[in-house]
């Protein structure tokens, strides 16, 4: 016979212990620590990917070491700078799920509020989530590159 229950709905037989309870708050004091530290070096990428242009130029354009004279620093430096940027963007997003998550959960805990403890574990999932798919995908062009470089070194010899 199979029973046609959601195991989703209401459960009045989960029960939070003093233990768990406690857990979750040091979890989320953590989770707050890291979320900021977080929010400190993306602030420090961003900054960084401002001033990439003017460090590569400098670095490269008075050396002469540059394939496009005084504009190849400037390139590279912009290059860089984009790519700082996109990775800032990139790390954004878990972060600020790890932040929310991390302040509702105290949150929860500290008013008995079952709502704010689902928006808080809704957060974690996708702060998991995200960077989940995330890892999926640069495995995935880890790969490609691997399989290019191989093609590419294959083809020079």
């Known amino acids: 016979m199979e029973s046609n229950e959601n195991p989703y709905e209401e459960n009045d ?7 768990a309870m406690r857990f979750l708050k040091e ?36 050396a002469g070491g540059s394939l496009y004279g005084d504009a190849g620093g400037s390139f590279y ?4 700078g984009i ?20 302040t509702q959960i ?6 008995n509020d079952s709502d704010l403890m689902a928006t808080a574990f809704e957060n974690m999932k996708s702060m998991y989530k995200f960077m989940g ?15 290019g470089a191989f093609i590419f070194s294959a083809a020079l010899f």
């Open 83 to 102: 790519v700082y940027l996109v990775m800032a963007i990139i790390y954004f997003f878990p972060i600020l799920y790890l932040y929310k998550f991390s």
């Open 133 to 147: 798919i995330f890892t999926i995908i640069s495995i995935g062009l880890y790969f490609i590159l691997g399989v």
């Open 13 to 19: 037989d989960l029960i939070i212990t003093y233990d």
């Open 27 to 62: 979890s989320g004091k953590w989770g707050q620590m890291l979320a900021i530290v977080g929010f400190v070096f993306l602030g420090l990428m961003v900054l960084a990917s401002f001033f990439m242009g003017t460090f590569m130029s400098s670095l490269y354009g008075d």
């Open 77 to 80: 430096g912009i290059l860089l």
């Open 106 to 111: 105290k949150s929860a805990l500290n008013q």
